[in-house]
């Protein structure tokens, strides 16, 4: 990647780890912005794989990326689902039983669209037990660190080995993020400011954009890379 698409990202891994950080606050005050952080992880991920072909990643290069991305997502769904065997050791409930059932072994030899239809299946299984998620220590973090990593992963899954993508796809997907971060997630996160303003001002600080080099430059609009 140039400088400037290296500087967008770090700008954009920022912004999407702070709101993970505060996600437990932010998320009962503006239950809205829950998508919109959602859909930029994804993006997140989208840009790092555009990036990752157009650099030429070689066949060895894909599949340890991939083999990272299924472990990351693999550990990540497995403290969520030690947390779920927890509630249903507590209240046992027929809709866990399933991935009450789930190893960590028996994911690991899940593959491609099988591992990725089971990582959303310990997701989709989580919402409706928050409350006793949380006595058991399982928080909105852990929750959006699954997210983050099926997202990582899913991205790896059916790609093909060797592929280099055009710059043009790197730059549409930097249109997207710079988007969704200046007209959704900017716009959600101001309504918050009177009541949070630690949190508000933390995201701002985090979408400062860093040049690879030369310090800091506030961001109004965040650049669009040029390919």
Not at 122 to 131: I, M, S
């Amino acid at each position: 990647m140039t400088d400037e698409e290296i500087n967008y990202r770090t700008m954009a891994r920022q912004a999407e780890r702070h709101l993970s950080t505060t996600r437990p606050t932010w998320e009962a005050a503006a239950p809205r912005l829950l998508p919109a952080f959602q859909r930029l992880t994804e993006l997140l991920a989208d840009f790092d794989e555009v990036a990752a072909q157009r650099a030429g990643l070689s066949s060895q290069g894909y599949t340890d990326a991939k083999d990272q991305a299924e472990a990351a997502a693999v550990a990540a769904a497995m403290r969520v689902v030690k947390g779920l065997r927890a509630v249903q050791l507590d209240a046992p409930s027929p809709d866990l039983l399933p991935i009450a059932g789930f190893s960590e072994s028996g994911l690991k030899r899940l593959r491609d669209e099988a591992l990725v239809q089971a990582l959303d299946a310990v997701r989709a299984a989580a919402p409706p037990h928050a409350a006793a998620l949380a006595e058991v220590r399982v928080t909105p973090a852990h929750l959006a660190a699954l997210d983050a990593a099926t997202a990582a992963y899913r991205t790896l899954v059916g790609t093909p080995r060797g592929q280099v993508l055009q710059g043009s796809a790197l730059r549409t997907t930097g249109k997207k993020l710079v988007s969704q971060l200046r007209d959704t997630l900017d716009t959600r996160l101001d309504t918050l400011e009177d009541d949070y303003p630690e949190l508000v001002a933390g995201y701002r600080q985090a979408r400062r954009l860093v040049q690879a080099g030369h310090g800091q430059a506030a961001v109004v609009a965040a650049p669009i890379p040029q390919v």
